[in-house]
């Protein structure tokens, strides 16, 4: 566990706080709540959305990109359940900056106290590409808190080729850290976004340039990690994902989960779908939260890869 700064100049800060909040109030405006637990980490900031008689779910967002972009995908869901957002510690977000080390699962500790604090057993859980790695351990960590695992994009069961990912992926980023143009970061910006609007692009070069990135790559799930796991799996992949391609993920979350129910293929879809999907990945969400577990399907008459 590491303390101390994740941003190289408060300036930095400033506008990624600023970027979060004009984000979260283009479409929550005043339905939301804010809450902060405090962890062995350090605080942990949450949104909440949805009335307190609704049943309750838990979402991950992917690295960097805060709660409210995670939110803003799941258009009226809180309508039907109370959603706990959170932010992830030590990223660009409301929660402390506590960098947590990848051994001894200081992540799924983290995450296992926040939902005890909560007062959350067995909840279904969305977690949404470097999310993943979180629900991972928290799998990990404390399996039977886990109601349904739904993962959108996820990190943690396939890294990207070498070539395709050095090539797309690599030579744009150093360019763009060397010129600091946008056109050399809309061009790696390119390689996972199927649309680039005017807040992806300043969110995406106040990252880039103003927090000290962690480049680690989470550990891709095994077949121990998940041997104490039997809630069911659902998932969402895109089809052209430079960062976890699909083939790879396919195969290791059908050899590691006991329960994966459904893989959705997003077609024509990078890693940052448009946001004209939303609807279509709502909609996978909701009828993934409504399937009954009292009159458990067959894994091999529900299980299917579309």
């Keep these: 566990?590491?303390?101390?700064?994740?941003?190289?100049?408060?300036?930095?800060?400033?506008?990624?706080?600023?970027?979060?909040?004009?984000?979260?109030?283009?479409?929550?405006?005043?339905?939301?709540?804010?809450?902060?637990?405090?962890?062995?980490?350090?605080?942990?900031?949450?949104?909440?959305?949805?009335?307190?008689?609704?049943?309750?779910?838990?979402?991950?967002?992917?690295?960097?990109?805060?709660?409210?972009?995670?939110?803003?995908a799941m258009k009226n869901?809180?309508?039907?359940?109370?959603?706990?957002?959170?932010?992830?510690?030590?990223?660009?977000?409301?929660?402390?900056?506590?960098?947590?080390?990848?051994k001894n699962n200081e992540y799924g500790k983290w995450a296992a106290e926040v939902l005890e604090k909560l007062h959350l057993q067995n909840v279904p859980v969305i977690a949404i590409s470097y999310g993943a790695f979180i629900l991972?351990?928290?799998?990990?960590?404390?399996?039977?808190?886990?109601?349904?695992?739904i993962y959108i994009v996820p990190s943690g069961?396939?890294?990207?080729?070498?070539?395709?990912?050095f090539s797309r992926l690599s030579i744009p980023l150093f360019k763009f850290h060397f010129t600091k143009k946008e056109k050399d970061l809309i061009k790696f910006m390119d390689a996972f976004f199927t649309t680039k609007d005017k807040h992806w692009i300043e969110l995406q070069k106040n990252i880039l340039l103003g927090v000290k990135m962690d480049y680690r790559r989470p550990p891709l799930m095994t077949e121990k990690d998940t041997q104490n796991f039997d809630a069911p799996v659902f998932a969402i992949i895109a089809e052209n994902d430079v960062f976890f391609p699909k083939e790879k993920a396919i195969v290791r979350?059908?050899?590691?989960?006991?329960?994966?129910?459904?893989?959705?293929?997003?077609?024509?879809?990078?890693?940052?779908?448009?946001?004209?999907?939303?609807?279509?990945?709502?909609?996978?969400?909701?009828?993934?939260?409504?399937?009954?577990?009292?009159?458990?399907e067959s894994k091999t008459s529900i299980e299917r890869v579309r």
Excluded: C
């Design 1 to 72: 566990m590491k303390t101390g700064t994740i941003y190289k100049k408060p300036t930095y800060k400033q506008n990624l706080m600023r970027l979060y909040d004009a984000k979260l109030n283009s479409f929550a405006k005043d339905s939301y709540e804010e809450l902060n637990i405090e962890t062995f980490a350090g605080n942990t900031h949450i949104i909440v959305r949805g009335e307190e008689s609704l049943p309750p779910l838990v979402v991950f967002h992917g690295i960097h990109a805060g709660a409210p972009v995670a939110l803003e």
């Design 77 to 102: 869901l809180h309508e039907k359940y109370r959603i706990y957002a959170i932010d992830t510690i030590g990223q660009a977000t409301k929660s402390d900056e506590t960098t947590l080390d990848f």
């Design 136 to 149: 991972n351990e928290l799998i990990r960590v404390s399996p039977k808190s886990i109601k349904k695992a």
């Design 157 to 165: 069961f396939a890294n990207g080729d070498f070539l395709p990912s």
């Design 253 to 296: 979350m059908k050899k590691v989960f006991a329960d994966l129910r459904e893989i959705y293929i997003l077609k024509d879809a990078k890693h940052i779908p448009d946001e004209s999907r939303y609807d279509e990945i709502t909609n996978k969400i909701e009828e993934w939260l409504s399937f009954s577990d009292k009159n458990k």
